[in-house]
């Protein structure tokens, strides 16, 4: 299972594959997906999230729209793509790398415009696969910056999951601790449950089991009383979205264990690909922040266990923004970057561009 | 059940009657309790919490060794007594009132130990019953100075329970919101779930629903994104125990919310008895912090729901400590407390004694 893809490809059927990570750690399953709509309800039911790994299923979901197309002109197949786009687009809305990975296919598209149907459909696989693996070499470098971070013997604290699951392979902030592992650094990891879908708690540590590195589970209210403890050498997170000025839009409780960690001088940092950061927007405050259903805080899975009494209300905003000045660095495929922060990031992005 | 006491006593049997906590708001269930060891029991498992709650308990467990008490002699019947207390304090560690409640029981006998053992455990029953008024005389003291903290269209943030659950009746933090509701301030609660035991999202949410009080129910990790959008007023905890220099051991997960309100320029309120500071305490260095089993995080009642591998481990401590830096003010029985705390805390305690 370790060297499984969270985001494949069957190039028989054709079919998109997705680990179902809402049945994990009890259920280990695999979703066969041959339709965009398909595709867009994995995304929004959140069979599959990380922005890493929705932005690259969003790409094999262009490439799926093209290969089911009945469209016999360019035009008419562009523009069904274009719609495909959309519909991708709205799936979730804060993940800077879904509209990234949509935009950078787009371009390719009418880039190759010149090309007839088949070839388009071609096209746009073929950009589906480079991107796959773009994420997996990403990982891995972002890993070997970040693990030059930790040291042997470093406790470390992890919100959410940011490993492979939430990328195509290897993961963000998780490849760095499987990085540092591989290294032969013995690192232990204190997982944040990350309420409401415990993320933590069933997909975290569950990654973590399976590559053998040390943890132990806490609830997300904890991770400050550790810090407090003088336990912990460094907090770890990935990132859905990164403004101009460094503001970090992520899972929601991200902003409360930034606190912590500063106030007790505890360094946090966030890892992400380059294309997690969002230049048009200055600051957080122009990040959208999804609120998904109360469903998701009153009860476990679908309305099984009820946690609350049955009329209960709920809100349930699926991410928070950590202000930059929060952020100790941010790891990236280019290197880690420092403050100030509207330089470096604008710097790591050119680097980036190809 | 809105006039329900938490604690309540039941002269026929005798016995001890509890609401079962453990199983709200799912069933509404009391327990008979008529041996100490049975109500060391019922703390220790947490059929009843709460500070103030645990400390009138345990000054009913001491009325009810002392009714069971087969002593011939006085001496037999004290040093009986004495073993019973140490069994009561070893119950849970943290909470002042247990042993606050222990220690002036304890006193009350040496100052009565001229008297017969018959007329001793009279003494213990009046003076359980005694701390059991104080305890609702005190709690509604509390509410009418913390509501003036409070205006008409308010938002507040409330974590764990402090209801009447929390206590004999009515409230310490959220008796301060039950008392501006019943002056006609419309109230909104955020509710902290409080993870691991879910005491928001099932003692809280249940006793709002009852009062009538408008409420939503949040992950912990949410509070600081309604802080940052500015849609919250104050936040209102309770307390465990509160140091000399006004550093507070409470509901793990409430450092981290008071960093937040910090953060935001909310004001945070510890609401709590006075019987709740430890003037022995120089700081929150000094408060022992309960670890509870890993089995609260690892899955929803006694693992009934595992919510993450199976072979996974967990880290459980019970509370936290904020440090007196991010407490706005106290809210006790005998005023609202304001830094230095050192000296506020001292007064209030010389002004609340007998």
């Known amino acids: 299972l370790k060297d499984m893809r969270t985001v494949s490809w069957d190039p028989e059927a054709p079919a998109l594959i997705l680990i179902d990570q809402r049945l994990l750690p009890v ?104 991107l796959a693996e773009a994420d997996i070499a990403t990982n891995r470098r972002m890993a070997r910056f970040g693990a030059d971070l930790l040291e042997n013997g470093d406790t470390v604290i ?32 204190l997982v944040d449950e990350t309420r409401p879908r415990l993320q933590g708690a069933r997909l975290t540590a569950w990654e973590l089991e399976q590559l053998g590195v040390s943890y132990e589970l806490i609830v997300d209210g904890a991770a400050g009383s550790f810090m407090q403890k003088g336990s912990v050498d460094a907090v770890l997170v990935g990132a859905d979205r990164v403004a101009a000025n460094g503001d970090v839009a992520n899972k929601i409780g991200t902003y409360m264990l930034a606190l912590a960690a500063h106030d007790q001088h505890v360094p946090f940092y966030c890892v992400l690909p380059t294309s997690t950061i969002d230049l048009s927007l200055q600051s957080g405050d122009e990040i959208q922040i999804e609120e998904r259903e109360p469903g998701e805080v009153l009860s476990l899975r679908h309305n099984e266990r009820a946690l609350a009494p049955a009329t209960a209300r709920a809100r349930n905003p699926a991410f928070d923004i950590t202000p930059a000045r929060l952020v100790t660095a941010f790891v990236t495929e280019v290197g880690v970057l420092r403050p100030p922060f509207r330089d470096s990031l604008s710097q790591a992005l050119e680097k980036a561009s190809p």
């Open 158 to 189: 992890h919100h959410c999951n940011t490993g492979s699951l939430a990328t195509v392979e290897y993961g963000t902030a998780l490849g760095v601790v499987r990085w540092a592992h591989e290294q032969g650094k013995r690192i232990h990891v």
């Open 27 to 130: 259920e280990f399953t695999l979703i066969r997906i041959e339709t965009v709509d398909a595709v867009v309800a994995a995304i929004r039911d959140m069979v599959v999230r990380g922005a890493p790994a929705i932005g690259v299923t969003a790409a094999y979901g262009l490439a799926l729209a093209g290969l089911r197309s009945g469209a016999s002109s360019r035009q008419a197949f562009l523009a069904e793509m274009e719609q495909a786009a959309e519909l991708l687009r709205s799936a979730r809305p804060t993940a800077s790398n879904l509209s990234w990975a949509i935009d950078g296919t787009l371009s390719v598209l009418k880039a190759n415009q010149a090309q007839a149907v088949d070839e388009l459909q071609a096209t746009l696989l073929e950009e589906a696969e480079r």
